[in-house]
C-alpha cells in the first residue's frame, strides 16, 4: 500500500495582516495535487493566506500549525467575539478563550 502522504499535496499557510484578528494564525490544507492548490490559491487567498511550506508531510505541517503564537489565537478570539459595531460579546469570548485553553492542552496528543 502507497504511503498516503505522498498522495496528497499538504500546505501550510500564516494569515497576513488582512486578516485581521487571525494575523499569524499557521494552518494546513491537504490538496489532490500541486495543479488543485494552484488553481485554489488565487489573488484574493493570496492577499489572506502566505504559504509557509508546501508538498510537506502532515507531521511537517502540524509541526508548523503548533507554531502559532498564543498571541494569534487570542486575537483570532477577540475577532470571533467581535460584534458589527465593534463591542465584544463577553460571553463569546469567554467561550473561545475556553476552546483555546482546551485546544492548547491537547495540542500534540
Partial sequence: MADQNKLRYNVAFVYTKKAEGYEGVRTWTTFE??????????DKVKAMQTVLEEDI????????????????YVGA???EASNPDGSINPELLKLELQNLALARMFEGH
Fill in 57 to 72: 508531510t502532515e507531521e511537517r505541517a502540524i509541526q508548523l500549525t503548533e507554531q502559532t503564537p498564543v498571541s494569534s
Fill in 77 to 79: 478570539a477577540i475577532q
Fill in 33 to 42: 495535487s500541486k495543479a488543485g492548490f494552484d488553481k485554489w490559491y488565487t
